[in-house]
């Protein structure tokens, strides 16, 4: 009924419940009116006025400015508050930031008690209609309607975590993983899965983890993104967990006297690398060790991203897999696009002459494997065959790339629901191009954040892991009515998810690169900083976390303390069971 107005440029001027007439007289037909149209004016009549029910004026109208289709979503806003909650608003008093920001939080809490939580769908946009800032509000009615058949649309069919967690095709690549896990398969020991950026790599290794792991294999995952400088320690941890006491005492001891040669600050840098390679050596003896009872998998993405020690870690490890009694499998990712160090090339060459490799080129999405995505998603085919091929050639077939523009058209209107069926809208979707990279999108959301939010999505992709909102407010001291805001902010643009009720996390960890490549040097320390504080006054004994926030603070003493302090952590666990 608004949008019918407003798009006739007509403002109503005094939207509020009194005003509102829904008929329920025909139960199939139910028909809502708009009342009063005493203080109605069109669009282009400038005349400054104040009149309409006070705790209903927009802060625009407040400050002297002509009502506008905007002015009437703010008090369609506070209208489905009040409609919602059975409370009355608080009316305005002042034009203030602190007013409204005061009031924001209100309306807020108001919907937290209904079970409207914030960040939820509907929430958030009851929240945008009721912005300060008139330019964050949809500009009108029928603009404010499409945003709420999208978040229906999406939220209501949970079409992230449909997305997200579709695994379609690679039956060739999946046979090959198969086959080379397989324990009589004594041949081949490295596998090395090739491709660009977003051609689906990581979603391979974890598919190979999953083959391994009912096999019996100990499964050492370097997936983390702390697993560069600090790799050492994050494999001993996993080492120790899994080694009998007689050789774990034997391995930890022999380690713990490493550190202190590596943490050393009067050794020289030739030293120090040395020191390093030592503690790779061991930590590949036991590997042998271990290996000896269980077939050991170890998996190493983004192989290009690692240090220059790393390399010679993995250029020994590959010279065991040589021996004839290696009970080793590696299997790691490379991207095509950045370039391989000459040690790795030198010893995959090396490998492969021998017989002991395998490669896997991963070969982008076809016409079939985007119809059956359309299926999952949708039950049905949304593309032509000309959209097809125009998105297949645009995006390379790069399955992060073809997800990320499929979610782009939902939120955008492009893809919705018409009476229960999933539709293209074609208009929509001709005037929104097809990105060539992933940073394309990435680009188009961050740019829009104001510094709070870019700060929040900072703290988040530095933290690591999931995150609970109570820890997230401490670590940037915003309120959580504040921070709900925000988060409603992401979860609707689709860059985090949320876990649970009070715990979220990026919906792809593309967002995470992206947001720690564009952070300074001197922000990054800082938020390391932050998070060594915190973790420090909650009395956290995760000591694998303190010393990676730690390496991030340049607190170098602090790191090795708690290196140190998850191993004998470690020992009093193992000790226990």
């Not at 945008?128 to 649309?153: G, H, M």
Request: glycine fraction near 4%.
């Amino acid at each position: 009924a608004l949008g019918h107005l407003h798009s006739r440029q007509i403002v109503h001027g005094d939207i509020k419940p009194e005003n509102i007439f829904i008929s329920t007289a025909d139960h199939d037909n139910i028909k809502t009116k708009i009342l009063d149209f005493g203080l109605a004016s069109t669009i282009m009549d400038t005349k400054v006025r104040t009149s309409g029910t006070p705790r209903f004026l927009a802060p625009e109208v407040l400050s002297k400015q002509a009502y506008s289709p905007a002015s009437d979503l703010y008090a369609l806003g506070l209208t489905l508050v009040e409609s919602l909650t059975g409370a009355t608003v608080p009316s305005a008093h002042d034009v203030s930031p602190d007013f409204y920001k005061s009031t924001h939080n209100q309306l807020s809490a108001l919907l937290q008690d209904r079970n409207l939580s914030n960040p939820s769908a509907i929430a958030s946009f009851i929240l945008n209609l009721s912005e300060q800032d008139i330019s964050n509000r949809p500009e009108n009615a029928n603009d404010a309607l499409k945003r709420f058949k999208v978040i229906a649309d999406v939220f209501s069919q949970e079409m992230v975590h449909r997305i997200e967690d579709i695994f379609i095709g690679r039956d060739r690549e999946t046979n090959l993983i198969q086959g080379f896990i397989d324990q009589n398969n004594a041949n081949t020991r490295l596998l090395i899965l090739e491709g660009p950026t977003g051609i689906g790599k990581k979603t391979l290794m974890r598919r190979a983890i999953a083959i391994a792991q009912p096999e019996g294999y100990f499964v050492l995952d370097l997936s983390e993104p702390s697993f560069t400088r600090n790799t050492v320690k994050r494999i001993i941890d996993a080492i120790s967990k899994n080694l009998p006491p007689s050789k774990r005492e034997m391995f930890l001891e022999r380690h713990n006297k490493i550190l202190k040669l590596i943490k050393a600050r009067s050794e020289s840098e030739k030293e120090q690398t040395e020191n390093i390679r030592v503690a790779y050596s061991n930590i590949i003896e036991y590997l042998r060790a271990i290996a000896g009872d269980n077939p050991i998998l170890l998996s190493i993405p983004d192989i290009e991203h690692f240090s220059e020690d790393f390399y010679q870690f993995i250029d020994q490890l590959i010279h065991e897999l040589h021996l004839p009694d290696a009970n080793i499998r590696l299997i790691m990712s490379h991207n095509t696009d950045k370039p391989l160090s000459k040690i790795l090339s030198n010893a995959f060459e090396k490998s492969l002459i021998l017989g002991y490799c395998d490669k896997i080129d991963i070969e982008p999405f076809g016409q079939s494997d985007l119809e059956e995505l359309q299926h999952i998603l949708f039950n049905r085919t949304l593309f032509n065959k000309h959209h097809t091929n125009n998105i297949l050639k645009q995006t390379e077939g790069l399955p992060l790339l073809i997800l990320e523009y499929i979610k782009y058209l939902i939120t955008h209107g492009a893809i919705k629901l018409e009476s229960g069926i999933w539709a293209l809208d074609q208009t929509s979707y001709s005037e929104i191009p097809i990105p060539g990279d992933i940073t394309a999108y990435l680009e188009n959301e961050y740019s829009k954040l104001d510094r709070v939010a870019k700060n929040i999505l900072q703290l988040m992709a530095f933290w690591g892991r999931d995150i609970s909102k109570d820890t997230l407010s401490a670590l940037s001291g915003i309120p959580i009515e504040d921070l709900n805001y925000y988060l409603s902010i992401f979860i609707n643009s689709m860059i985090i998810k949320s876990i649970n009720n009070n715990t979220y996390n990026f919906i792809h960890d593309a967002y995470v690169k992206y947001i720690i490549n564009r952070t300074s040097k001197g922000r990054i320390k800082n938020i390391h900083n932050s998070i060594l504080e915190f973790l420090e006054h909650t009395s956290s004994i995760d000591y694998e976390n303190l010393a990676r926030h730690s390496l991030g603070a340049k607190a170098i003493d602090k790191s090795f303390k708690y290196v140190l302090l998850a191993i004998e952590l470690l020992e009093q666990r193992l000790e226990y069971h």
